[in-house]
């Protein structure tokens, strides 16, 4: 059974910082590409950041800068680290895995992110 659970979600002012963490369990998680998603009330999911088998890394453009993505292969975790936060980074953040040949696809219940002062 596939499982991603993310963690580290929460309440910080505007400028402040948060690191959100995905733990994935049930599959070969060294072979999946890694995704963070956020998805704000009445907006479309977006790609925030995303992280290959082989670490290169690419980000939306609007956390450039001020977000990091990182994964640790031994403990199956991916990592998501937010730094000077704005209110506009306000969403449920989501972890996806993801593969080609074989396709796979899983995702996380999401983790809610909340910047306000």
């Known amino acids: 059974q596939v499982q991603l659970v993310e963690s580290g979600g929460g309440l910080v002012q505007p400028g402040g910082s948060l690191r959100l963490s995905c733990a994935a369990s049930?599959?070969?998680?060294?072979?999946?590409?890694m995704n963070w998603y956020r998805q704000a009330p009445g907006k479309q999911r977006e790609l925030v950041a995303a992280?290959?088998?082989?670490?290169?890394?690419n980000f939306t453009d609007s956390v450039k800068g001020r977000f990091t993505i990182s994964r640790d292969n031994a403990k199956n975790t991916v990592y998501l680290q937010m730094s000077s936060l704005k209110p506009e980074d306000t969403a449920v953040y989501y972890c996806?895995?993801?593969?080609?040949?074989?396709?796979?696809?899983?995702w996380g219940q999401g983790t809610q992110v909340t910047v306000s002062s």
């Open positions: 992280i290959t088998r082989s670490n290169s890394t």
């Open positions: 049930g599959i070969i998680f060294r072979t999946y590409t």
């Open positions: 996806n895995a993801h593969r080609t040949r074989p396709d796979a696809d899983y």
